[in-house]
């Protein structure tokens, strides 16, 4: 095997391992959809809508999460920090299987999230040790359409696991995934923080970092502008179930719903990864912006006040309203990651922080509206929309602004 193929060889293996570390993240979502009624059950919820919170309340987890693995990763390296946050993920899971009342699971779920935010955090930054600017941007976009698989087979793997042995082995199974990535990432992956890289671990590197972090108007932009889109799909996320299960009676074909609506985001998230060479990544973001504004906008015209239109119609909405959403997430992180890749660590921790704690509360908030129509869901990516181009165009009025000065 001569250099360049084991140059490339080596490459594919890290899209491969980061997309899977992500991948613990989306398992531990998506495989549990179909089986959110029986837990909801099972801990005593009474009304269903507040299922919703098995899956709202692990975000919250990965929030505040990432402030603190982002930071000790920079100080102890990646590897070691990805590690612990998995010793906390497999503690969480014990509670969540034990649980016996909402309290409970939701303290679980939370749990979950903080240990999960370190592979999240941490691998975004290792993607940023490694490479920078448009070419960091594509081989963000091929590790999210792997990634993106997850969710195309996670619920239908989630249905067989529920029908097989019950909703406590879908826990167990995530356990066995994750002890796979982990040792995969012992054996092949070197650390990729450089020693000279090691920032001294002190109370203050917190401060400090988020006193650079803020001197970035395009880190800041992007990380608001992904808090908005975050929590739009997250609505999506936590309310999709029982639309389709309550609202059109498909609970039986939802895995094979969610999947298709999955493969319509990795499609576009695969096409990034070709047309951001070509493009950019800001252009590509402001075209996908507005498609992604205008999709709702069109949708709430034809339908409010009415009742749901067909399946086939949302359906539609949906895929093109998540087809647009693949070119917004194979950007957003990078362009937020581009000027910071000098704390690399504790800009994916504050990005990501900041993104997912403005994304809890607005799809707690558009999600309790989702109860006999899917309209909510539409007019809450109209809004998020709006305000992202409202960001870009305070962007670009700065950067009008330096240029001038």
């Known amino acids: 095997m001569n250099i360049k193929q084991k140059g490339k060889k080596s490459q594919l ?48 987890g990965l929030g505040f999460g990432q402030l603190i693995f982002g930071p000790l990763s920079d100080s102890f390296g990646r590897k070691p920090m990805v590690y612990f946050g998995f010793i906390v993920f497999v503690l969480a899971s014990f509670i969540c299987v034990a649980a016996t009342s909402i309290e409970m ?85 070197p650390e990729t923080l450089k020693p000279e890289n090691k920032k001294k671990f002190t109370l203050s590197l917190f401060v400090s970092g988020t006193k650079e972090f803020l001197k970035y108007k395009q880190a800041i ?50 096409l990034n990864g070709t047309l951001v060479m070509k493009f950019g990544m800001l252009k590509l973001v402001k075209v996908s912006t507005l498609l992604f504004t205008l999709i709702p906008l069109v949708y709430i015209s034809l339908f409010y006040g009415s009742p749901n239109p067909s399946v086939t119609v949302l359906l539609i909405f949906f895929g093109l309203q998540f087809f647009s959403l693949g070119f917004i997430f194979g950007n957003i992180r990078a362009l937020a990651m581009q000027p910071i890749g000098h704390i690399a660590g504790i800009g994916s921790a504050i990005n990501g922080f900041v993104s997912t704690i403005m994304a809890v509360p607005i799809a707690t908030y558009i999600g309790s509206f989702v109860e006999n129509t899917a309209l909510p869901l539409f007019v809450g990516f109209l809004v998020c929309g709006v305000c992202t181009i409202i960001l870009l165009m305070m962007l670009k009025k700065k950067k009008k602004q330096a240029v001038n000065s």
């Open 13 to 60: 293996e890290f899209i491969a391992l980061m997309a899977s570390l992500m991948s613990l993240v989306a398992l531990s979502i998506d495989a549990l959809l179909p089986a959110l009624e029986q837990i909801g059950l099972s801990v005593g919820i009474q009304n269903s809508t507040d299922n919703q919170l098995l899956i709202t309340m692990i975000f919250l």
């Open 221 to 270: 932009v992007f990380t608001l502008f992904s808090g908005f889109i975050t929590g739009s799909f997250m609505v999506y996320l936590s309310a999709s179930e029982s639309i389709f299960r309550e609202q059109y009676n498909l609970s039986e074909q939802f895995p094979y719903i969610f999947a298709g609506l999955a493969i319509s985001v990795g499609f576009a998230t695969f």
């Open 105 to 189: 699971m939701v303290v679980g779920r939370i749990l979950q999230g903080v240990g999960l935010s370190a592979p999240r955090t941490i691998s975004i930054a290792m993607v940023r040790d490694t490479f920078s600017g448009d070419y960091m941007a594509r081989i963000m976009s091929f590790i999210v359409v792997i990634f993106i698989l997850v969710p195309v087979v996670a619920p239908a793997l989630g249905k067989i696991i529920l029908d097989l042995y019950g909703w406590k082995a879908i826990f167990y199974s995530q356990l066995f995934f994750g002890g796979f990535v982990m040792f995969w990432l012992w054996k092949r992956q």
